[in-house]
T-cell receptor, first 111, second 114 residues
């Protein structure tokens, strides 16, 4: 079964510290993975996707098929990074347009 | 482009009442979905549609109905509201085209059932 696990409900760091938000997935084929971000009381928006291999707002994520992980990293956290972060896996059952989301990690960056 | 729009933004219902949450998109996306967001549960798929006239159930469909008569609109109906349906509801759309299934989300509807 396809599944996304984000083990941390809350991650609290100080400004300037490195950040790593963990994401593990369960899927036997070639996964398509995304990170979405939701700032306070706003809509979810795409942060990055693994196939584009880009860096957005200083964040990067590398797909590790051996460890079935897609952790989100940033070397120096900023206060404006405080938000909910969701890892998502494209669904290959039912509709390929759907995503399977993890439960999310709330990142809090303290001054 | 307005993207994905949802109305209303907030709604309070009494147990047993019915209502429709509206969702529209102007990007000509074939896929549309409804999710509910609950604390500690992430986003869970309620219903989805792969095109006009075609809908299917997601992970948590009970108590909700959908229809898709046009590409643009995908309303979600609560038949008889229950306190367990208190949640934030997000509509999303995506396409298999150049955006490669990237989901675009609406601003959400915050529903409280008393």
């Amino acid at each position: 079964a396809q599944r996304v696990t984000q083990p941390e409900k809350l991650l609290s760091v100080f400004k300037g510290a490195p950040v790593e938000l963990k994401c593990n997935y369960s899927y036997s084929g070639s996964p398509e993975l995304f990170w979405y971000v939701q700032y306070s009381r706003q809509r979810l928006q795409l942060l990055l996707r693994h196939i584009s291999r880009e860096s957005i707002k200083g964040f990067t994520a590398d797909l590790n098929k051996g460890e079935t992980s897609f952790h989100l990293k940033k070397p120096f956290a900023q206060e404006e990074d405080s938000a909910m972060y969701y890892c998502a896996l494209r669904s290959y059952g039912g509709s390929q347009g759907n995503l399977i989301f993890g439960k999310g990690t709330k990142l809090s960056v303290k001054p | 482009n307005a993207g994905v729009t949802q109305t209303p933004k907030f709604q309070v219902l009494k147990t047993g009442q019915s209502m429709t949450l509206q969702c529209a998109q102007d990007m000509n996306h074939e896929y549309m979905s409804w999710y509910r967001q609950d604390p500690g549960m992430g986003l869970r798929l309620i219903h989805y549609s792969v095109g006009a006239g075609i809908t299917d159930q997601g992970e948590v469909p009970n108590g909700y109905n959908v229809s898709r008569s046009t590409t643009e609109d995908f309303p979600l109906r609560l038949l008889s509201a229950a306190p367990s349906q208190t949640s934030v509801y997000f509509c999303a759309s995506s396409s298999s085209g150049t955006s490669g299934y990237e989901q675009y989300f609406g601003p959400g509807t915050r529903l409280t059932v008393t």
